[in-house]
């Protein structure tokens, strides 16, 4: 860190830096260093310290970590409210996949990421982790706006537009990975296999031997569906978690995303190999996917953070809400209101994040040394009052729309409510252009 770097103040009313566990300092201040915490202070200690310093006073705000969205499908934005209310497949196979056969190319990828990064940083969510084609689109549209996030490499064996065979799939992504990520300090990337149907034995195997090779995470949609799992056994004679444990995929590195079907010899088994879970509950919920069992996977020791999906199944991109949702379920489906208290829930969407993207030394808590990535939600609203316990308000009542700032790497990204960088009207722009084109394309009955 240089020590020539402008110290800055944030002075809000209240800051969970979720480590400590379960901690709401009141009248701190956040002290910042160029792109890095450098300490939290009792406010009249940080006022004494850095006389000279800019402070930012924000009354009636709690200030946390940036929000890890631990799995989504950015470019999707463009698809959102296309083909709502049907079963998974059928969703898939009739609808998103012949549209995306349709349209998707470089500019569709970029343009519907740039529009998910301005809705994401509009409500909280400083890093995501990203899977779909053309993961280079994806890379420029964050790195131009100034997006921290893992961009997954896709793996699958239908052809598209992207690559034609499972090969060429892992031989650009591989490309990719020299040339775009590893030159960027806020983006990572991982390999994402699809899924256990949309991937053959030696597309997993091939998969595997690079990112051992390389140190790299797997992300992939496992156990989603009991329609999934039903015909895998019926297929193979076996579920597709025992096929994934049999090609040794199972182990740290692996990121799994949604695991709503999930009985207790595959929990353990998970546990056992410290699998990380990526939780998507608005998704699951509305296309009835079935329910992760948080409350379990978390008693057994496991990692699990908070994805949104992509907007084409949720359909928006609002952490707070996921958190809320998250939380909720939870106690619903262990028929304990005790499971997953607000902290635990901020924590799923801060830290147990970055834990499953391998950046917990680098974000998803306040911290000092750690990247400045943070923001402010604006609790002043009648809505809110009486503020008892402002964490249980951020998690169960607040939504994206009451954020105000928003902080990456130390740089003011979003500030009381309004882009400080982001081009809004070219988005909306290219936006409108694409409806029009989906629209003539075909209007889901």
Avoid at 87 to 114: K, R, S
Avoid at 204 to 213: D, G, K, N, P, Q
Avoid at 246 to 261: A, R
Avoid at 269 to 297: I, M, R, T
Wanted: charged share 15%; net charge negative; proline share 5%.
């Amino acid at each position: 860190m240089t020590q020539t770097a402008p110290i800055r103040l944030i002075s809000p009313t209240w800051i969970a830096p979720v480590i400590p566990a379960g901690v709401v300092l009141e009248n701190h201040s956040l002290v910042v260093a160029g792109q890095h915490i450098l300490a939290l202070l009792p406010t009249p200690e940080a006022l004494l310290a850095y006389p000279d310093a800019a402070n930012l006073v924000l009354t009636e705000h709690i200030v946390t970590p940036g929000l890890v969205n631990a799995h989504g499908h950015a470019a999707m934005t463009l698809l959102r409210g296309y083909a709502d209310d049907r079963q998974l497949m059928d969703w898939l196979n009739n609808h998103i996949w012949p549209v995306e056969a349709q349209f998707v190319d470089y500019d569709f990828v970029y343009d519907g990421t740039c529009l998910a990064v301005a809705e994401m940083l509009r409500s909280g969510t400083t890093c995501a982790a990203d899977t779909y084609f053309f993961p280079d689109a994806v890379a420029n549209a964050f790195s131009h706006n100034h997006f921290r996030g893992q961009v997954c490499m896709p793996v699958v064996e239908f052809p598209n537009a992207w690559a034609k065979t499972e090969d060429e799939h892992i031989h650009k992504g591989l490309q990719f990975r020299d040339n775009l990520v590893k030159n960027n300090p806020l983006l990572t990337t991982a390999f994402a296999p699809h899924s256990p149907y949309t991937v053959s034995d030696r597309g997993f195997e091939r998969t595997l031997v690079y990112a051992e090779e390389l140190q790299l995470p797997i992300h992939l949609h496992l156990h989603e569906t009991s329609t999934e799992v039903g015909d895998a056994v019926k297929s193979r004679g076996q579920r597709p978690i025992a096929r994934i444990h049999d090609l040794g995929l199972l182990s740290p590195l692996l990121q799994t995303v949604h695991m709503t079907q999930l009985n207790s010899a595959e929990i353990a088994l998970l546990a056992d190999n410290n699998v990380h879970v990526a939780h998507c509950p608005e998704s699951n919920l509305k296309l009835a996917s079935g329910f992760c069992p948080v409350g379990e996977l978390r008693q057994s020791g496991i990692n699990v953070a908070i994805g949104t999906d992509g907007a084409a199944s949720n359909n928006n991109l609002d952490m707070l809400e996921e958190m809320r949702t998250a939380a909720i379920l939870a106690k619903a489906v262990s028929q304990d209101a005790t499971m997953v208290s607000a902290f635990d829930a901020l924590a799923m969407a801060t830290i147990n994040g970055a834990r499953l993207l391998g950046l917990e030394d680098t974000i998803g808590s306040l911290e000092p040394g750690k990247r400045a990535d943070f923001i402010a939600v604006d609790l002043s609203d009648l809505c809110f009052q009486p503020v008892l316990n402002p964490v249980s308000q951020l998690v169960y009542a607040a939504t994206g729309h009451q954020v105000s700032h928003v902080w990456i790497d130390g740089r003011h990204l979003l500030a009381a409510g309004q882009f400080t960088e982001l081009d809004s009207q070219r988005i909306r722009a290219n936006t409108r252009q694409w409806q029009h084109k989906i629209s003539q394309f075909r209007k889901p009955a």
